[in-house]
């Protein structure tokens, strides 16, 4: 069995003298979505913000077969981590076909993936000399997804991807998604789980910064842990 594409163990996080995630475990087998469920505050874009360099934490993180605990979030993205956050910023004055192509890291080879991914989204083939920052909140991530696969990352870490979006985009980004997970590995965070039960796969659900209920998430809905644990 090869190893996992992911592999996190003893996660510590806080800010301050608060303790956001203490001893978390997890991994990403290569070629599978994950998904972390939880309510707000539970420390879901937390572990993902540590997993991606960009936050100080305490534990082991192996992306790939590389101990990349001390990286910083740079070298974990050129290494082939892509991490698309809930709100996604863009570059003042700089327009969406400007973006793409930094996004690119300047490979021309990347050009092929960049347009196949293009055409899950034909909005923004007519936005391409629009300046990024007036897109609509949809758009942008939208754009995110693009720009996060433009790379071919061997894993992606998706924050809340459909948050806060219109149905009808909502729509298009869970049939990205389910195109995204075709093509590599996801770790997802959702708080929508219509959005996650579509994607299907294994689930953790988080609360406090400490998974407590983990299998497939199909299993987990069906027996009412999930609702369970979301409600309020």
Known sequence: MSEPILSVSGLGVGYGQTTIVSGLDLS?????????????GAGKTTVL?????????????VFDGHDVS??????????????????????PGISVGEHLRLSRHFQDE???????????????????KQDAQSLSGGQRKMLSFVMALSS?????????????????????????????VKRTSVLLVEQNLDTALAIGGRCHVIEQGAIVESGMIRDLHASGVIEARLSV
Request: aromatic share 6%.
């Open 28 to 40: 990403v087998e290569r070629g599978e979505v994950l998904t972390m469920l939880g309510l707000n």
């Open 49 to 61: 913000k540590a997993i991606a360099g960009l936050l100080p934490h305490t534990g082991r993180v």
């Open 70 to 91: 001390r990286w910083p979030g740079n070298r974990i993205n050129r290494a082939g981590l892509a991490y698309v956050p809930q709100g996604m910023g863009v570059y």
């Open 110 to 128: 990347r050009i092929d993936m960049q347009n196949e991914v293009l055409d899950w989204f034909p909005i923004l083939k007519e936005r391409m």
């Open 152 to 180: 071919a990352p061997s894993l992606v870490l998706l924050d809340e991807p459909t948050e806060g979006v219109a149905p009808v985009v909502r729509e298009q980004l869970v049939e990205a998604l389910a195109q995204v």
